[in-house]
């Protein structure tokens, strides 16, 4: 079957969520494999699938930051800038920042352009990840004794659907939507866990809190519903009249990144 744009953004989201929900074990030679895997194809789709090949690339990079690796990280985040990649706020993470004194990364820094509107978005997602984040956890916490056997969701703010300045933000985009993908897979794990051993454990135990499951479930439910208002309410709005002009990213150290 040919390669199209939407099959490789499938295997790029394949291979992100492997990396996120897998740790370790997926930051070795599969993941690594997969998304140079990736850069070739995308390369073969001729201009289309430009943006791809900085996905891979900066995927790549990634991995190196994960490991460390300063060479691996600059030589990818090279390829990537020169196929689009821009998201200046993702360089302000706290793994990045050491990299910021390095000459040839501030080299690299410099090359990016991005537009006021597109920058508004990269805030938007990368905050986005931080809420997701602190909602998994959240929601782990209050699930911990729940006696219902009901699967609580964890719901996600929808992704932007706003047409772009630059191509750079359809990366940080796949970037969030992989993370939530990872997130709530976990999420469903751990639920499906706790709400089969509730039903053992009610088939078993003759002092099964009945009224006490019930009113768990209820909240749950609340809780839920209070979750999905709250993420439906953070959907990316764009202001009007921002500049779409390109222009130089943000001075290096001038971004803080979204906590």
């Known amino acids: 079957m040919a390669d199209t744009v939407n099959s490789l953004v499938a295997r790029v ?14 930051q070795g030679a599969e993941v690594t494999a997969g998304l140079h895997d990736v850069v070739a194809r995308a ?67 410099q090359r990016m352009r991005v537009t006021q509107a597109d920058l508004d978005e990269f805030f938007w997602l990368h905050q986005e990840m931080q809420i997701m984040v602190r909602d998994a956890t959240t929601a782990s916490v209050d699930n911990v004794g729940r006696l219902d056997t009901g699967v609580s969701l964890l719901p996600q703010a929808p992704l932007p659907t706003r047409e772009p300045n630059t191509v750079g933000v359809l990366i940080t985009r796949l970037d969030l939507a992989a993370a939530q993908t990872a997130v709530q897979q976990v999420a469903l794990k751990a639920e499906f866990q706790r709400s089969s051993g509730n039903t053992s454990l009610s088939l078993i135990d003759g002092e099964w809190d009945d009224p006490r ?5 209820r909240y749950a439910d609340e809780l839920e519903t209070r979750r999905r208002r709250a993420a439906e309410a953070r959907a990316f709005v764009e202001r009007p009249g921002t500049a779409t002009t390109l222009v130089p990213c943000p001075p290096l150290g001038s971004i803080t990144y979204p906590v």
């Open 43 to 109: 390369t073969a789709l001729g201009p289309e699938g430009t943006w791809l090949v900085a996905a891979g690339h900066a995927g790549l990079a990634g991995l190196g930051i994960a490991r460390g690796e300063v060479e691996r990280i600059l030589f990818h985040l090279d390829a990537a800038v020169a196929a689009g990649f821009n998201d200046c706020v993702g360089l302000h993470v706290a793994p990045i920042r050491p990299l910021h004194d390095d000459p040839r990364f501030r080299a690299v820094y």
């Open 213 to 217: 499951a019930t009113r768990d479930a």
């Open 13 to 26: 989201h394949e291979l992100l969520v492997a990396h996120l929900t897998q740790g370790a074990a997926a």
